[in-house]
């Protein structure tokens, strides 16, 4: 098994502490639904800059980093499958990578 970095795009704050309860419960089944392969939940993140050579810029571009997750998995197919079950997909994206060894 490999170890998968899902990087969550996008999201929005939600409009009260009882929908932003409710989006968290769900998440939170969702990682304990995974058992085992759950590596690091993670968690969400803020605001972010970005660095470059020709200097740093606000805000993470048009689709920042909104949180993350490591999971294992048999193959890239079965960490596929596993995130086809994540509530952020009502609101944003994930972006799956195979984290290598080296």
Avoid at 12 to 21: D, F, V
Avoid at 62 to 79: E, H, R, T
Wanted: aromatic share 6%.
């Amino acid at each position: 098994m490999s170890n998968y970095v899902f990087a969550y795009h996008g999201g929005k704050t939600p409009r009260s502490p009882e929908e932003g309860a409710k989006y968290v419960a769900k998440w939170k089944a969702w990682v304990c639904g995974l058992g085992h392969v759950v590596v690091n939940p993670g968690m969400p993140l803020g605001k972010s800059k970005t660095l470059s050579s020709s200097g740093i810029s606000d805000g993470g571009g048009p689709n920042p980093l909104s949180g993350f997750s490591i999971l294992k998995a048999d193959s890239m197919n079965a960490a596929l499958e596993m995130a086809k079950g994540c509530p952020h997909l009502e609101h944003g994206t994930i972006e799956i990578a195979e984290v290598k060894e080296v």
